[in-house]
């Protein structure tokens, strides 16, 4: 089965930088899992998979615009001290609730009475590169339905869906 509009696709990452550091990687037995065509990853992975099937091997970049997008000025910004814990620090994240949910704030500096903030996404501006294993692609089941839109997980759960 190809990925397409609302498949459930299994996939299995690793995500790393120009430098070649990595970022982040779906464990062993454990791949991502999300609805295709829904936006539940970022915009220029989902675009590149379209198509792929099961089993296929793929390495994909994404540029910033189609990733985290480019990094803002206007998301960096001085915030009162008085706001964060006594013993804040540059290089300390921070999470705040956003107006579209939580947002993570790193510290840029602390200067008298103000604290600069960066509310960009730690992976803005950078391209990224994907070396990617398609471990399933399948229509979803009611039980991936929800657990996908957070109606239920093993961890609410104790592993078994009754949240229905």
Same mark, same amino acid.
């Given at each position: 089965?190809?990925?397409?509009?609302?498949?459930?696709?299994?996939? =299995?990452?690793?995500?790393?930088?120009?430098?070649?550091?990595?970022? =982040? *990687?779906?464990?062993? $037995?454990?791949?991502?899992?999300?609805?295709?065509?829904?936006?539940?990853?970022?915009?220029?992975?989902? &675009?590149?998979?379209?198509?792929?099937?099961? $089993?296929?091997?793929?390495?994909?970049?994404?540029?910033? =615009?189609? $990733?985290?997008?480019?990094?803002?000025? =206007?998301?960096?910004? *001085?915030?009162?001290?008085?706001?964060?814990?006594?013993?804040?620090?540059? $290089?300390?994240?921070?999470?705040?609730?956003?107006?579209?949910?939580?947002?993570?704030?790193?510290?840029?500096?602390?200067?008298?009475?103000?604290?600069?903030?960066?509310?960009?996404?730690?992976?803005?501006?950078? &391209?990224?590169?994907?070396?990617?294993?398609?471990?399933?692609?399948?229509?979803?089941?009611?039980?991936?339905?929800?657990?996908?839109?957070?109606?239920?997980?093993?961890?609410?759960?104790?592993?078994?869906?009754?949240?229905?």
């Amino acid at each position: 089965m190809r990925i397409e509009q609302n498949k459930l696709v299994a996939l =299995d990452y690793v995500l790393t930088l120009d430098s070649g550091e990595i970022i =982040d *990687k779906s464990e062993s $037995g454990d791949p991502l899992l999300f609805l295709h065509g829904t936006g539940g990853i970022i915009t220029g992975l989902e &675009r590149q998979l379209e198509g792929l099937e099961s $089993g296929a091997k793929a390495k994909i970049t994404v540029e910033a =615009d189609e $990733g985290y997008g480019p990094v803002r000025s =206007d998301l960096v910004q *001085k915030l009162p001290k008085r706001h964060f814990p006594a013993e804040v620090a540059a $290089g300390m994240s921070f999470e705040a609730q956003g107006a579209h949910g939580p947002v993570v704030m790193q510290v840029r500096e602390v200067n008298g009475d103000t604290v600069l903030v960066d509310l960009n996404h730690p992976l803005a501006g950078k &391209r990224l590169h994907f070396d990617v294993h398609v471990a399933e692609v399948r229509e979803p089941t009611e039980e991936d339905l929800e657990m996908l839109s957070g109606g239920c997980s093993e961890n609410d759960c104790g592993g078994e869906c009754h949240c229905k």
